[in-house]
């Protein structure tokens, strides 16, 4: 689905205008995007199964929920949007935490050029609540061992979304801290 979203620029900042997803796609301009990692107080978390028709990494484990920030919303509001939309549940705003800004430059083909700075939080999710896949973005929904997710990323799984070390490790850490694992 096309959205209008807020450009930004090479820093991060809102620079006031705004064009399509898929424009600024096509065209490389930076945008906010949000990610969701939900994890367990039994030191799961929970990845998702991308979907087959997903036109960058189909049927590869990413992160919980993901998604792009509409023009003028607030970063949090979308956070909560995207985990009601791709796994059904409805979250509390005050209980998402914010741990990071990533920034992030990946030519996928010559028209999709993702520029984006990604807002990504923490939610502390039971395994009991029922989640219900988005069945157009979303082909499964798992809850994994933190060690087995780990060990993923430092295997560079070829199942899981290819990422940036740093990216997971900053995940990682912040999840077992809140642990204390």
Not at 59 to 85: I, M, N, P
Request: hydrophobic share 40%.
């Amino acid at each position: 689905m096309d959205e209008w979203v807020d450009i930004l620029d090479a820093s991060g900042s809102y620079t006031g205008t705004s064009a399509l997803k898929s424009e600024a796609h096509r065209l490389g301009l930076f945008h906010p995007t949000v990610h969701v990692w939900c994890y367990n107080t039994k030191g799961m978390i929970l990845l998702q199964q991308r979907g087959a028709q997903k036109q960058t990494f189909p049927l590869k484990w990413d992160v919980s929920v993901a998604g792009h920030v509409g023009a003028g919303e607030d970063l949090a509001v979308a956070a909560v949007r995207e985990v009601q939309e791709e796994i059904g549940v409805e979250i509390v705003l005050s209980h998402l935490e914010k741990i990071a800004v990533f920034k992030t430059e990946k030519r996928h083909s010559k028209d999709l050029f993702d520029r984006e700075f990604t807002h990504t939080f923490l939610y502390e999710l039971s395994e009991h609540v029922p989640l219900v896949k988005q069945a157009s973005e979303v082909e499964a929904l798992q809850w994994f061992t933190l060690s087995v997710f780990e060990n993923m990323a430092h295997e560079n799984d070829p199942m899981l979304v290819p990422n940036s070390q740093n990216r997971y490790e900053v995940v990682i850490t912040e999840i077992r801290s809140r642990l204390q694992l």
